[in-house]
């Protein structure tokens, strides 16, 4: 069983690399937004909605690090300057760890430019419709900027299986070949 933990900040290009990571490998994806998209329209971006998407997004892996499936990619934003985010991804490594699985990190990064342009790909707005409001969408993802860091500074994580790719002049295709590639996977 393999984890591939994809993360970066909103518009990099997290799910669309899991797309093209599921179709050139017998990996399933699991983007953040399939629990949002769920919750967000009975909670709004709310305490609960975020409560509820963790413990749904738990049980999903808890259920499946127990499966004999290849494995898992899993997309979401990491704040690096929240200890909780810190504590949900070492909770998130110890599920599927516990059940003997391998967890890799991968860290997208992104010019800003290039990611306020990626908000608003037919794509993301397709499989993320809380993304359809493109002015709410572009707020929140400028306002984010004032108060969270979404990429790692060199040497904050520790882990073997890691790689950090800045994927801002790259295709999904690319960067989905070098994660193969590098993991073997």
């Not at 393999?2 to 909103?10: A, D, V």
């Not at 259920?63 to 499936?69: G, L, M, N, R």
């Not at 299986?161 to 590639?181: C, F, G, L, S």
Request: glycine letters at 4%; aromatic letters at 10%.
């Amino acid at each position: 069983m393999k984890l591939i933990l994809l993360f970066g900040p909103q518009a990099v290009g997290k799910m669309t690399v899991g797309q093209e990571l599921e179709k050139r490998t017998e990996l399933k994806l699991f983007h953040n937004h399939m629990t949002i998209e769920l919750l967000q329209p009975f909670f709004g971006f709310t305490e609960e909605m975020w409560r509820i998407c963790n413990l749904l997004r738990e049980e999903v892996f808890e259920a499946f690090a127990k499966t004999d499936q290849y494995g898992m990619i899993y997309t979401f934003m990491w704040a690096f300057n929240e200890e909780e985010d810190w504590k949900w991804v070492e909770k998130v490594s110890n599920i599927f760890e516990s059940n003997g699985a391998e967890v890799y990190f991968v860290e997208l990064e992104s010019d800003l430019e290039v990611r306020l342009q990626r908000n608003i790909t037919p794509n993301r707005l397709q499989h993320k419709p809380s993304k359809r409001n493109i002015e709410d969408s572009e707020k929140r993802l400028l306002a984010s900027l004032d108060t969270l860091r979404l990429n790692s500074i060199e040497g904050e994580i520790e882990r073997e299986n890691y790689i950090k790719i800045n994927n801002t002049d790259m295709r999904p295709e690319e960067v989905a070949e070098i994660i193969i590639n590098r993991f073997q996977l």
